[in-house]
């Protein structure tokens, strides 16, 4: 599911990344997480800047994605060095995968490749929601691993996502709502019978099926954090059934 945090990735990972703490990292591994942490905080704040002063100068939001989608592409595709990490960090590599390559999806092949769904309130909803996310996240990690974590970014990293992760998913599903007149009317992505390889794909069918995927991953995910709200801020001992 593209929303991370609140994904816990949202996101980053579900799986908090150990909640941060850096479980016999080397001094390498750490400088570079340092690094990491540091680069992509500021590459979503400056999107987030880049956003505001767009909609201060216009007084709308159309065009808004056009304008900001070369930061956004380079940041999110970036984070795809979060699957490296699960090596060293011990997270899941699937989970991790699976929320990054979704957001990745929702900017190269919802609003990056149908341009008519680009001036979509949704569109605006899920890149504000990602972009507060990000910087609460990675400023998050940054700080844990400097072992100087204000209390601020702990409690904006745990509370946050209460808001924002069902608002962020609100904007993907009706982005991926507004493009699918656009896929069926144009058959973007999909492979029709008969052809060379006899097989069949209808993009438009996926993203429906993508839609209702979100039933029931968002209910688990939405829990985790909750249950990871309650351990980390009030300490309280939280037993996970293995799946």
């Known amino acids: 599911m593209a929303s ?6 949202g996101n980053g990972s579900v799986e ?48 808004l994605f056009r304008s ?16 490296v990490h699960c090596a060293v960090v011990h997270t899941s590599v699937l989970v991790t995968g699976v929320q990054v390559s979704s957001r990745i999806f929702m900017v190269w092949f919802i609003a990056h490749s149908i341009k008519q769904i680009q001036n979509e309130e949704s569109v605006i909803l899920f890149l504000v929601v990602w972009t507060v996310t990000e910087i609460t996240r990675y400023s998050f990690y940054t700080f844990n691993l400097l072992n100087h974590l204000p209390y601020f970014i702990k409690w904006a990293r745990y509370n946050f996502f209460i808001i924002l992760y069902p608002a962020g998913v609100a ?12 896929v069926k009317k144009t058959g973007m992505y999909s492979l029709r019978l008969p052809n060379k390889y006899n097989v069949s794909f209808d993009y438009y069918y996926f993203l429906i099926i993508v839609m209702f995927s979100y039933i029931p991953l968002f209910p688990q995910l939405y829990l985790h954090m909750l249950r990871q709200r309650r351990k980390v801020l009030h300490g309280e001992v939280i037993v996970e059934k293995d799946d």
């Not at 900001?68 to 699957?83: R, S």
Request: charged residues 20%.
């Open 4 to 9: 991370s945090e609140e994904d816990g990735s």
């Open 16 to 63: 908090e990344k150990e909640n941060g703490k850096k479980r016999g990292l080397g001094a390498l591994a750490t400088a570079w997480l340092i690094f990491y942490n540091i680069a992509m905080t500021a590459g979503w704040l400056v999107l987030g800047i880049a956003m505001a002063r767009f909609y201060i100068q216009r007084g709308t939001h159309r065009g």
């Open 68 to 83: 900001v989608q070369k930061i956004l592409k380079f940041f999110q595709t970036f984070a795809l060095l979060e699957v």
């Open 171 to 182: 904007g993907e599903l009706l982005t991926i709502y507004a493009a699918l007149p656009y």
